[in-house]
């Protein structure tokens, strides 16, 4: 997956001179990248991926349940899901965590090239749903997962991470806050992690439905 290229372009130059003086297998036998300093600010425009995802999934949700399988990106599998959530309503965060994981996760991983055609496409849950998806798409399922059952968008954000056992490719993640304990959910890790436990991935910038944050290394 790839950010907007402006914005990602700029935050990626951030990351890599705040990384440049930081030798990166010494700062991950100390501490986790995820402790690190942050930035926030409310202006999503420079994410139009990312909004035009939540537009749409706002529009999906007000289709009947009964017309699954027959209006385009309303799979039945969107009733099953509203069932297995509700089955959760009342359970603790960490086994929430946990069956949501396992629930993205066994979807297979799909390309937007073959999915959409172009290199980079932000998925609604029920178009995940409908035809399986790529990293930010997991993400954005489980969010909107947790976002059914209560939890508040002060809790969670998409993070968008470098990948050093991969190079520093670019992913995307869900960061769940708990107190001053971040969980991570990602498809490529079967178990739910506490970020302070995760040492390859350096955080980039953080987005949900009202904020957006840049990460940079604490000196």
Not at 119 to 136: A, K, L, Q, V
Not at 194 to 211: D, L, M, T, V
């Amino acid at each position: 997956m790839r950010p907007h290229n402006f914005i990602f372009s700029f935050l990626f130059l951030l990351a890599f001179i705040a990384g440049a003086f930081i030798d990166s297998s010494a700062h991950a036998a100390r501490t986790s990248y995820f402790d690190t300093n942050e930035k926030k600010s409310t202006n999503l425009k420079p994410f139009p991926k990312w909004t035009s995802m939540v537009a749409r999934f706002e529009t999906q949700g007000k289709r009947d349940d009964g017309d699954c399988g027959k209006a385009t990106y309303h799979p039945c599998a969107v009733v099953q899901w509203k069932e297995m959530l509700a089955g959760l309503r009342d359970k603790p965060l960490k086994e929430k965590l946990k069956k949501i994981n396992d629930w993205g996760n066994a979807h297979p991983y799909v390309l937007d090239q073959i999915n959409w055609g172009v290199e980079d496409f932000w998925e609604t849950p029920h178009e995940f749903m409908s035809i399986n998806g790529d990293c930010e798409d997991y993400a954005i399922a489980k969010y909107y997962s947790l976002r059914a059952l209560g939890m508040g968008d002060e809790q969670m954000r998409i993070m968008i991470v470098q990948d050093y056992n991969l190079g520093g490719i670019i992913h995307a993640i869900l960061g769940v806050y708990d107190g001053d304990e971040i969980f991570i959910l990602d498809n490529q890790i079967p178990q739910v992690m506490p970020a302070s436990k995760i040492f390859h991935y350096r955080p980039i910038y953080g987005i949900n439905e009202s904020w957006w944050w840049v990460y940079s290394p604490k000196t």
